[in-house]
């Protein structure tokens, strides 16, 4: 059974950093899987923010209009954990993120773009980001 767990949210002022950690278990990330980070906030829709998919020749990552330049998805396959390192914060980036994996036993590579939170089939629980002004 997949699990994930993401951990490193907290409270930073607008300008700071954070790196959120995705570590799997009983799954192994790096195995030819897209992986993705979304955030949400009350009352509006899962968003996109970076996917990753590596198939053993090159890696793919993609990102959100809104996160380009400030944020940078990563994995380390020896840890099985994705990290989402987000630089210059702004008050907008405030939300629960989440990172998802597709969980299948076949190849399953990102599709263009980035993917609605309906392709993913195994999420964490979330941790809490705030960024204040």
């Known amino acids: 059974q997949v699990q994930l767990v993401e951990s490193g949210g907290g409270s930073v002022q607008a300008g700071g950093s954070l790196r959120l950690s995705c570590q799997a278990s009983?799954?192994?990330?790096?195995?030819?899987?897209?992986v993705g980070w979304f955030r949400q906030v009350p009352g509006k829709e899962r968003e996109g923010v970076a996917t990753?998919?590596?198939?053993?020749?090159?890696?793919?990552?993609t990102y959100a209009d809104s996160v380009k330049g400030r944020f940078t998805i990563s994995q380390d396959a020896a840890k099985n954990t994705v990290y989402l390192q987000m630089n210059s914060l702004k008050p907008e980036d405030t939300a629960m993120y989440y990172c998802?994996?597709?969980?299948?036993?076949?190849?399953?590579?990102?599709?263009?773009?980035?993917?609605?939170?309906?392709?993913?089939?195994?999420w964490g629980q979330g941790t809490q980001v705030t960024v204040s002004s």
């Open positions: 990753i998919y590596r198939n053993g020749i090159a890696i793919y990552v």
């Open positions: 009983g799954y192994t990330l790096s195995r030819q899987s897209c």
């Open positions: 998802a994996t597709v969980g299948s036993a076949s190849v399953s590579p990102c599709p263009p773009g980035l993917p609605s939170a309906g392709f993913f089939g195994a």
